[in-house]
């Protein structure tokens, strides 16, 4: 199947079209997802949700000749939202909940008791 046939399969969200977009892409862009994010597991969950977004309604390139690049685009933007998401998790203290931060100036001060002078 041809990306042209593909195309017209996700624009019709028709399964066959989802498939061959699979068959075709998939190796390639698992490859990818594993150059950036190094981890095999979250690699292919990446791959999942690059083909559960080229599923949903919408969004499809109208030339066939940018399908290839727009599931790229895909696969790129969820690598680089996980190595974020990884990111805040790993700058997180691991004694201080979430969202429980400190503001610099914003400390409480001591109580120190006043000399009376």
Same mark, same amino acid.
């Given at each position: #199947?041809?990306?042209?046939? +593909?195309?017209?399969?996700?624009? @019709?969200r028709?399964?066959? $079209? /989802?498939?061959a977009?699979?068959?075709?892409?998939a190796?390639?862009?698992?490859?990818?997802?594993?150059? #950036?994010? =190094?981890?095999?597991?979250?690699?292919?969950?990446?791959? %999942?949700? !690059?083909f !559960? +977004?080229?599923?949903?309604?919408? *969004?499809?390139?109208?030339?066939? *000749?940018?399908? %290839?690049?727009?599931?790229? *685009? +895909? !696969?790129?933007d969820?690598?680089?939202? %996980? /190595?974020r998401?990884?990111?805040?998790a790993?700058?997180?203290?691991?004694? =201080?909940?979430a969202?429980? !931060?400190?503001?610099? *100036?914003? @400390? =409480?001060?001591?109580?120190?008791?006043?000399?009376? $002078?």
């Open positions: #199947m041809e990306d042209g046939e +593909i195309l017209a399969g996700l624009e @019709a028709d399964p066959a $079209g /989802l498939a977009a699979y068959d075709r892409y190796a390639p862009l698992y490859g990818y997802c594993r150059w #950036m994010l =190094r981890d095999p597991g979250q690699a292919a969950k990446v791959l %999942r949700e !690059t !559960t +977004i080229a599923a949903k309604d919408g *969004g499809a390139p109208k030339d066939a *000749g940018q399908l %290839r690049a727009w599931l790229y *685009g +895909i !696969t790129r969820q690598s680089y939202r %996980r /190595l998401t990884a990111e805040r790993s700058t997180r203290s691991p004694t =201080r909940p969202g429980k !931060t400190t503001r610099p *100036g914003r @400390a =409480r001060r001591p109580s120190w008791p006043r000399s009376g $002078g």
